[in-house]
């Protein structure tokens, strides 16, 4: 079993930044893809961005020129650099990571239990 713990969450003014980290630990093989949802009170869970085990990002055109992710695949873990934020990326922000068990050719699907990010105007 892997579990994903994120922290870094807050409140922050508009125009500030936040950097969001997703550690994951447990019975770790390989991780594939990791990424970063959010979803806001009211809707549906979006995708913010996501990082290949080879480091091919993509992202959210609401986030992009304003949002990095990153990894660090020693340590098993997953950065959102947040900058000039607007009250408008106030939202719960969730890890995901798609993890390879040894030996298998399917990954599990796993996701952190959510960070709080408010903007203030």
């Known amino acids: 079993q892997v579990q994903l713990v994120e922290s870094g969450g807050g409140l922050v003014q508009a125009g500030g930044s936040l950097t969001l980290s997703c550690a994951a630990s447990?019975?770790?093989?390989?991780?594939?893809?990791m990424g970063w949802y959010r979803q806001a009170p009211g809707k549906q869970r979006e995708l913010v961005s996501r990082?290949?085990?080879?480091?091919?990002?993509n992202y959210a055109d609401s986030v992009k020129g304003r949002f990095t992710i990153s990894r660090d695949n020693a340590k098993n873990t997953v950065y959102l650099q947040m900058n000039s934020l607007k009250p408008e990326d106030a939202a719960v922000y969730y890890c995901?990571?798609?993890?390879?068990?040894?030996?298998?050719?399917?990954?599990?699907?796993?996701w952190g239990q959510g960070t709080q990010v408010t903007v203030s105007s």
């Open positions: 995901n990571a798609d993890h390879y068990r040894l030996g298998s050719s399917l990954p599990d699907n796993y």
């Open positions: 447990g019975r770790i093989f390989r991780f594939n893809v």
């Open positions: 990082i290949s085990s080879g480091g091919r990002t």
